[in-house]
């Protein structure tokens, strides 16, 4: 049912961040959403961890508490989300179709950690 996973780093200036992981720790762009204007999204890669990060305005500096949540790929979001509804997981978004192309779905895990579940359209 799952079938791959990476972290996702939310912040609240997102170029500064791509800049580092870029410049500094050697990542390189894999995707990038939108295509055109501020990024709102964009997945990097380093050898073969993935590595997603993510404008969230509501991110505070360093010391805020929850800046990240891992990202779980599924063969079909909506029968992924019964699955981790029944297992316990807190549903905090229902399942949408999204303009980039997938539908997506977020959940907390038992202990409040953040799931964002996905499948291809």
Known sequence: MFTEAFPIVTTHDLPRLIAFYLEVVGFELTYRFPDDGDPEFVALRLGS?????????DAGGPSHTCRWELCVYADDCDAAMEVL???GATVTEEPADQPWGERSARVTDPDGNRLLVLSRL
């Open 49 to 57: 961890s993935e590595l997603g990060l993510a404008a969230d305005p």
């Open 85 to 87: 509804r029944a297992g």
